[in-house]
């Protein structure tokens, strides 16, 4: 029986079985945003001619579309049903496939079944089968973690997208429950996209989420739960009155996506951000609302020029004093405030650190230099779409990505799978650099460690790789840390070439103080190998500066994979050891550096390197300086992931 009261006191006159009367009234807006929209011509094309229109965009919003409750007319005929045509990008959204399409096309690698099978993970989270990107509104209710992803149940590509469920008792080991939201209204008849859940005030829960209308345009809609005392919130109900938010004008309607989760303002309303793009400055738009039926748009908590268009927006405050996350409405002197965006035209999640102005709704750069999709990246490699939640019941705030594929489409099709999450992350404020977040594994995953290993003091000379002796380097924990030799430091030579991990020749490349680290994933011939490495590098005015970076150039014999080279800069304070966290899970490596400053999240794929051939190696390449190496590493086991039954 669905929920009568499933929104605040105030909405119960709106809710679902609202009047036509009502819907009538709704319409009526819509018909005062198309008069306005009339309007927006001469901006619409100002802003075209280049970013330098964003003020005036912003202003505009703020003064114009104050009043306006955006809302859709009632439909007077039934709508016609127009399936997808596109991988993604036709239909409005950034492309979701498999980008790497070669094998579609020409002859690839001949991968068997035993590879493909070696592929799919043992402790991260996948589905039974198919389809899977985005997650979607993660949250703690009455004892059970949820976790909701975009799933398409019938194929192992993009496409007829839908909300998965799953639910956890540990972030770890999940049952998979009913598809909870599907796309069966003409609101969402093209896709039930990315979405947000919040917490009320009284306990119950909303889920906004962006459908894909009968027509292929991006509409913010409704639900939640039909029962509120049900702690697997198996069934959802759509509200009745759906879309509740359609793109303002200036907006372009295919440009107007994923929800944020909502917080509380100090006037006693919910704020929550709506990703966008004027031209090509990327923007997160914020609306206000009582009741999460009406909404007002009160502006634009931020924009950044050249950035493009901004897709799974996520704001939350991080503290500045303790060692614990925060609520997603907690504001004030002790916190700064996160903005990160998914860059569409990059495929990258950027993050900035700033202050949020709870007045005027609007976010501001600690640093303009490393702003929004300008300056540091969640996660330097495969990791995109990602969503936090705070998590109540350990008072602490997780993150999720979501890992996408790097083979060919047509091997995801014989697994008959594709994608799968990232090992859920706590998120902090770095309070020693103040400028960077901590991103770390929860600390449930320590639980799968099996038996441990440690290596301690090992001296790798430079130009040398070393074995290092395990029963199994398919599923690990590595925890290590590395000290250049002083004197070394001391007298190499200064520098001023500037090193780029993506462009300075990968693990391959010998400077004066690296690369040097792990080679994980390794056959013993080392035809297949995945670099996990620090390069340090010293400049004219004798200052070290210390680059993290993953090299999949060697990671797979297959012709028909992409075998990129990620890492950038990271911050090393005075006395800190380089140090650095690994989990390898088959065909994910997960690599944290300095305590998670720095992350690279990496898809491999070999095919020597795979089962009981599979190795773990140190090597330095540096040419001056000797490293010497301390690790302790665990075999892990697998996560309890299947179907629920009554019985559990």
């Not at 119960?12 to 198309?34: A, C, D, E, N, Q």
């Not at 955006?70 to 993604?88: A, D, W, Y």
């Not at 089968?129 to 004892?143: A, C, I, R, V």
């Not at 990671?555 to 380089?578: C, M, T």
Request: glycine fraction near 8%.
């Amino acid at each position: 029986m669905a929920d009568t009261s499933p929104l605040l006191p105030f909405s119960h006159s709106l809710g679902p079985g609202s009047t036509y009367s009502s819907i009538r009234w709704r319409s009526k807006i819509v018909l005062l945003l198309v008069f306005s929209g009339l309007f927006l011509v001469p901006l619409i094309v100002s802003i075209a001619s280049n970013d330098n229109g964003f003020k005036q965009h912003v202003q505009y919003l703020q003064e114009d579309d104050q009043n306006v409750s955006f809302s859709p007319p009632k439909e007077t005929t039934k709508p016609q049903i127009l399936r997808p045509g596109s991988r993604g990008v036709s239909a409005g959204v950034s492309e979701k496939a498999n980008v790497n399409l070669k094998g579609a096309q020409e002859k690839g690698y001949p991968q068997n079944d035993s590879m493909l099978s070696w592929q799919r993970t043992s402790f991260h989270f996948q589905p039974e089968k198919n389809w899977m990107n985005d997650p979607n509104g993660p949250l703690y209710y009455k004892g059970w973690y949820h976790f909701f992803y975009q799933h398409n149940p019938h194929a192992a590509v993009w496409g007829d997208i839908v909300w998965g469920h799953a639910v956890s008792r540990d972030l770890i080991n999940w049952f998979h429950l009913p598809l909870a939201i599907v796309s069966d209204e003409w609101f969402d008849i093209n896709g039930v996209w990315t979405g947000s859940a919040t917490i009320l005030l009284n306990g119950k829960i909303v889920m906004l989420y962006t459908g894909s209308t009968n027509e292929s345009v991006q509409v913010q809609n409704l639900a939640y739960p039909a029962d509120h005392n049900d702690p697997l919130l198996l069934k959802w109900v759509k509200y009745s009155g759906n879309p509740v938010l359609v793109s303002p004008p200036g907006i372009d309607p295919n440009d107007f996506r994923d929800p944020t989760t909502a917080w509380y303002t100090s006037e006693g309303k919910w704020r929550i951000t709506i990703g966008s793009k004027a031209n090509n400055t990327g923007i997160a738009l914020v609306y206000d609302t009582e009741d999460f039926i009406n909404f007002k748009l009160s502006g634009v908590l931020h924009g950044v020029p050249g950035t493009g268009m901004w897709e799974c927006v996520d704001f939350y405050p991080v503290s500045k004093t303790g060692q614990n996350g925060l609520d997603t409405s907690a504001n004030g002197p002790h916190v700064k405030h996160v903005v990160k965006t998914s860059l569409d035209d990059v495929r990258k999640d950027s993050y900035a650190l700033g202050t949020y102005d709870d007045k005027s709704g609007k976010w501001y750069p600690d640093n303009p230099e490393i702003d929004v999709g300008i300056g540091i990246m969640l996660d330097y490699g495969m990791f995109y779409a990602s969503k936090t939640f705070y998590d109540q019941d350990k008072g602490r705030r997780v993150l999720w990505g979501w890992v996408a594929e790097s083979d060919t489409e047509v091997d995801d099709v014989k697994k008959g799978w594709a994608s799968l999450q990232g090992i859920p992350r706590t998120i902090l404020l770095d309070t020693k650099t103040c400028s960077n977040l901590l991103q770390w594994p929860v600390e449930e995953v320590e639980r799968l460690r099996l038996k441990g290993k440690e290596f301690n003091n090992i001296e790798v000379k430079t130009g040398s790789v070393m074995p290092l002796e395990l029963d199994g380097a398919t599923q690990l924990d590595i925890a290590a840390e590395f000290e250049l030799d002083k004197k070394a430091l001391e007298s190499t030579a200064e520098s001023n070439v500037d090193f780029s991990c993506s462009t300075s020749g990968g693990a391959a490349q010998r400077g004066a103080l690296g690369p040097f680290g792990l080679l994980v994933l390794a056959d013993d011939s080392l035809a297949e190998h995945t670099s996990v490495y620090f390069y340090v590098a010293k400049g004219n005015n004798g200052t070290h500066k210390t680059f993290f970076c993953t090299d999949q150039s060697r990671s797979s014999v297959a012709n028909d994979v992409k075998k990129e080279i990620y890492g950038s800069y990271v911050p090393v304070l005075e006395g800190e050891k380089l140090s650095v966290r690994i989990l390898v899970d088959h065909s994910i490596v997960e690599s944290f550096a300095q305590g998670g400053r720095t992350v690279i999240t990496s898809r491999v794929y070999p095919t020597r390197a795979i089962y009981g051939a599979a190795r773990l190696f140190l090597f330095n390449n540096a040419i001056e300086a000797t490293v010497t190496s301390s690790l302790k590493i665990w075999q892990m086991n697998s996560a309890f992931i299947r179907r629920y039954s009554n019985e559990q």
